[in-house]
């Protein structure tokens, strides 16, 4: 962890914002702060897990990173070319209401040239399936944080399966504790381990 995740775990908010700005001012890559961002709110995610926080210092961590977001977000979306690349529809799964960085993937992919439908949180699978084929997207992004959100992922799956669309349609899942296994469980084709490998696999998709 660096001074970032640290201050950022400690959730000292004027220091976040001033190291933020001060790697701005350096010439950080926004997602190299993200990255930082992302290591101190899985420390916070911890010391809430031990009892050490509350929900309401869960909330003000979710809060600092988006004010944190506000001021990287025009970076992110500074990649303007190949636009027109491919539509996308994204979303938090039915149960799961965690968003942050679920908005970070959509950011990053639409910054890529992709065109996103962005569902929203807390999206059951019908939703998703209707959205599929009215975009007639080919890939379908979903993201969960929570382990009960995991089941919710594989209904989605099956959903698309149910549609018929399953090999018209790339399924791609994160969310800071999905991995293979729960790629496995779900069905789904990957498990990005962050939004940028998440950019990688749409743009192979779409060639
Ligand atoms: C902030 C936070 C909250 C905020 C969320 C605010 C918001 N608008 O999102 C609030 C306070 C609302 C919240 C609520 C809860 N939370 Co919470 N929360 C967190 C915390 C600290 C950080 C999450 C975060 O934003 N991380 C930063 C982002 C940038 O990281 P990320 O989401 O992983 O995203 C990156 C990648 O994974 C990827 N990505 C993400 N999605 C997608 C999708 C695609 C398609 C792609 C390609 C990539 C991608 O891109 C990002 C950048 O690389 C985590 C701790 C942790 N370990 O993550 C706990 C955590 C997820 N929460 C937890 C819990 C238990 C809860 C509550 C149940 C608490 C409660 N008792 O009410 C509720 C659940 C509410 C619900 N129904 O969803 C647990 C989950 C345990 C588990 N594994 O099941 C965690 C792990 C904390 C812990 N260790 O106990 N939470």
Redesign the pocket.
Known sequence: MNDLSLALKDLDEKRVYELVEKELAAGARAIDI??S??AG??A???L??SGAYF?SE??F??EI??EVMKRIETLLQAAPSGAGKGKIV?GTVK????????N??ATLLRGSGFEIIDLGVDVGAEKFVEALEKSGAKVL???A????AYPEMKKVVDAVIAAGLRDKVRI???????NEQVREFSGADYA?A?????VE?CKNVYG
């Open positions: 993200i990255e961002c992302n709110m899985v916070v995610g911890e809430f897990a929900i869960l909330i961590s979710a990173l988006k994204i149960g799961d209401i965690h968003d942050i960085g679920k970070i993937a992004g979903m993201s944080l929570l382990n009960f791609i899942i994160g969310g800071a504790p999905v990005a962050d939004a940028v490998a998440g696999f």
